[in-house]
């Protein structure tokens, strides 16, 4: 059974750093995309960041861009997502997800989230 579990999530001030990992299961992680996500209260969900497992390619959304990263380390098949610089505006519950391609996309599995709240 495929399963993406997140963790690292918490209270932080802005300006802090938090590093959110994705421990993945069920499936041969170098075949897959792996993706974060947040939704804010009110708000819709939005991609943040994502990596190719294969060839380690990544994406950023503008709003993280500089300021997050994101790595994966296949033998342990976990994904992470380093934050920096944290803004308020970053407050959000993040959801991993992965996708059967080698290639970032529409994803097909989803983790059930990890709470970031950015204090100002």
């Known amino acids: 059974e495929v399963q993406l579990v997140e963790s690292g999530g918490g209270l932080v001030q802005a300006g802090g750093s938090l590093r959110l990992s994705c421990a993945a299961s069920?499936?041969?992680?170098?075949?897959?995309?792996i993706g974060w996500f947040r939704q804010a209260p009110g708000k819709e969900r939005e991609g943040v960041s994502c990596?190719?497992?294969?060839?380690?390619?990544?994406y950023y959304a503008d709003s993280v861009k500089g300021r997050f990263t994101i790595s994966s380390d296949n033998a342990k098949n976990t994904v992470y997502l380093q934050m920096n610089s944290l803004k308020p505006e970053d407050t959000a519950v993040y959801y991993c997800?992965?996708?059967?391609?080698?290639?970032?996309?529409?994803?097909?599995?989803w983790g059930k989230g990890t709470l970031v709240t950015v204090s100002s």
């Open positions: 069920g499936f041969t992680f170098d075949d897959y995309a």
């Open positions: 990596i190719s497992s294969s060839d380690g390619s990544t």
């Open positions: 997800a992965a996708r059967i391609a080698t290639q970032c996309g529409g994803m097909d599995y």
